[in-house]
């Protein structure tokens, strides 16, 4: 079945550095992978949409890189700012249904 | 404007009790609609989705049921409650975003109702 990975532990990290937030998958080749964000308490937001025939795609602040040979999604967020502290979900398209990984924690510290 | 509606924010309910926990969506219609839920520090499990109305598609057997009674409603019931019930509920409808030369959706989120089973 397929799976999806992010790292469980939270990264923390000093205001100003790039933060860089892996999702790996397996048992599948994806048209297409997003990246959301959530706060505490409320639903998940969307970021970016990276297309499998795309390597990376940019944001603002925000980068995504999508490599299918290595079945992973990389999420950078440049200049961090404590703003920026959230969880951040992948999500995978399966079939036209989205498949959430469980999250990674950021916190950037001032 | 496309806005999701979903309600209660909070709910206490005892084991053994129903749920119905409503959403609906404005600004289009014959939406895909979803239902997830998300256990503390866990992932989004889907729960169901929703083609059309009176189309239901279930992915995981569970105590909770479905229905979609209009295009823009969407409810989650349960006529009797366990504790593994409890989690944030959250209802979504997808969005579509057109590419250069594709289309594909995201999905909009509603506020959630965090759901507590005593």
């Keep these: 079945s397929q799976k999806i990975e992010q790292n469980s532990e939270a990264l923390?990290?000093?205001?100003?550095?790039?933060?860089?937030?892996?999702?790996?998958?397996?048992?599948?080749s994806p048209a297409y992978l997003q990246w959301y964000r959530q706060d505490p308490g409320r639903g998940p937001v969307f970021l970016l949409l990276i297309r499998e025939n795309e390597k990376e795609k940019?944001?603002?602040r925000l980068k995504v890189t999508f490599d299918t040979t290595l079945k992973q999604s990389l999420f950078h967020i440049t200049a961090s700012q404590p703003a920026d502290s959230a969880t951040y979900l992948c999500a995978l398209d399966m079939?036209?249904?989205l498949i959430f990984g469980q999250g990674t924690t950021l916190q950037v510290k001032p | 404007s496309q806005t999701i509606h979903q309600w209660p924010a909070t709910l206490v309910q005892p084991?053994?009790?129903?749920l119905s926990l409503e959403c609906t969506v404005e600004g289009t219609s014959n939406p895909n609609l979803y239902w997830y839920r998300q256990a503390a520090g866990r992932g989004l499990q889907l729960l169901f989705y929703s083609v059309g109305i009176g189309q239901i598609s279930s992915e995981v057997p569970q105590n909770l049921s479905a229905s979609r009674p209009q295009d823009r409603q969407f409810i989650l019931s349960s006529k009797k409650l366990l504790l593994s019930d409890s989690g944030f509920y959250l209802c979504a409808w997808s969005v579509l975003m057109f590419g250069p030369t594709t289309s594909n959706e995201k999905l909009l989120f509603g506020s959630?109702?965090?759901l507590s089973v005593l």
């Design chain 2, 112 to 114: 959630g109702t965090q």
């Design chain 1, 58 to 60: 940019r944001k603002e």
């Design chain 1, 12 to 28: 923390n990290i000093q205001e100003g550095k790039t933060a860089t937030l892996t999702c790996n998958y397996t048992n599948y």
């Design chain 2, 15 to 18: 084991v053994g009790s129903p």
């Design chain 1, 95 to 97: 079939s036209g249904k």
